[in-house]
């Protein structure tokens, strides 16, 4: 059975970790509770994951979701690798309970409309983009000056990004009406919307409207504009004080009861429980 590497023995500060990996050349098969991403720094390996082998060389890397089996097997001795393992709400706290990478490419600090991971074993760094902010990360973990944090925060988004633009080689298509529709969303979503206003908004009928909405964004309406709303409502419980009913004011919600029953139903944590796990940072 492979062991279970827990966030605790692994993560410091149970936030987020990265440096270079312990200078062994193997590992057994394990799984973990928490994302992990490795980068190829030398040499190469053969990292199996999800039954599958593949070598990977310099520059090549790979995301591990949560629970999901793997073990690397050096295959030259100057193989080196970087680790960064981090909680998916040390990127935003609307990523409370996410178990995958593909979910957090989807958060609004990606929002990039990308095709899924599912099949995509690994990356490569063919611009040299990804490594010097990796470097930057360990370089600020090291030392943790003030607000090392934050700056490790905004490069991982940055990789990221750079990774979510990497699974648009393949184009989707997407009509432009619904990036439109969804740009309206994510900027009225505190706001009475409802598909029969967008239809007239966006001159298209009420059918067609919906059936292209989950066609290419995977989503009903109804679960997209939820997400939205929840993913603000986070944003307001820890940077701000307002209270339970002025977050559900604020993120379109008229009925606070239904608020707290679609919070729960997300992140398995009422609002005020959310808040007290994450604290308050009044910005």
Do not use: W
């Amino acid at each position: 059975m492979a062991e279970l590497l827990l966030k605790e023995n692994i993560i410091s500060n149970k936030m987020i970790s990265v440096d270079f990996r312990p200078e062994k050349s193997s590992t057994p098969a394990h799984t973990h509770d928490f994302l992990e991403m490795l980068y190829i720094y030398s040499g190469t390996v053969t990292h199996r994951y999800n039954g599958k082998n593949t070598l990977l060389c310099k520059g090549k890397y790979v995301f591990i979701d949560f629970n999901s089996e793997h073990f690397l097997e050096g295959k030259s001795d100057d193989f080196k690798a970087i680790t960064c393992t981090f909680m998916p709400e040390f990127i935003d706290s609307s990523l409370l309970g996410c178990t995958g990478i593909a979910d957090v490419l989807k958060n609004y600090n990606i929002n990039i409309f990308s095709r899924s991971l599912t099949d995509i074993a690994f990356f490569a760094d063919d611009a040299e983009r990804i490594l010097p902010r990796l470097e930057l990360m360990m370089d600020e973990y090291k030392r943790k000056d003030a607000g090392y944090l934050s700056i490790i925060r905004s490069c991982l988004i940055q990789i990221l990004v750079l990774t979510a633009r990497k699974t648009e080689l393949v184009p989707l298509h997407t009509d432009e009406r619904i990036t439109e529709i969804a740009e309206y969303v994510n900027g009225n979503y505190s706001e009475n919307v409802t598909l029969e206003g967008l239809s007239k908004r966006f001159y298209c009928s009420l059918s067609n409207i919906s059936i292209l909405f989950k066609r290419h964004m995977g989503v009903t309406f109804t679960q997209y504009l939820r997400k939205v709303r929840m993913e603000a409502a986070c944003k307001l419980l820890v940077n701000t004080a307002k209270s339970v009913d002025e977050v559900a004011n604020n993120v379109g919600y008229s009925d606070v009861r239904s608020f707290r029953l679609h919070f729960k139903s997300r992140y398995n944590v009422t609002p005020l429980k959310f808040r007290k796990m994450l604290g308050t940072r009044i910005v």
